[in-house]
């Protein structure tokens, strides 16, 4: 697939929207491109996180085993093509919370935790972008109340571009969305 196009997919990504396009070029430096199969697993729930991954081509689905449906498991989303999948893994680095399977086989494009960790530090711009997209996923959440001194600055998105906070934002909302799991059932 030519960069171009590849760059165009990265910039979907709510994280990465406005950068500009050196910014992208940087990651995509990072970046890996692999093949996939319908019927393969891309990962499966609690896996260890290990970055990010775009649906170029093809067809994925999102889906969890939870005790409260028996054990089989539930669709929570279909990805097509610029779609990503493991955002907050390549953050926080926390398990999988979900298992991903390949429906039509086709194309992902990998950003490794570990590689974007080191890029951040090198490219603060794409750290500040990072910070201030979590803060707005966190503020475009109609029921999710901060008690702390710090939801000022998440509203304001006046938080550090460290990878300390990304982390802690990215507690916020595994939490909520946990939240929201629970009460959804």
Known sequence: MPEIQKEASIATIPFFKSLPASDLFAILGITTTKKVEAGENLFSQDDPSDGLYVLLSGKLEVYIFSG????????????????????????????????????????????????????????????????????????????LIIRSEKAVLIKNKQLAPALSNMKALCAILREHNKNVAIASR
């Open 68 to 143: 409260f449906s028996g054990g089989a498991p539930k669709v929570l989303a279909q990805l097509n093509p610029g779609q990503c999948v493991g955002e907050m893994g390549l953050l926080d680095g926390q398990n999988r919370s979900a298992s991903v399977k390949v429906l039509e086989g086709g194309e992902v494009m990998f950003v490794p935790t570990v590689g974007f960790a080191v890029l951040l530090q090198s490219h603060p711009h794409i750290a500040k972008e990072v910070v201030n997209s979590l803060c707005d996923m966190i503020n475009n959440q109609p029921k």
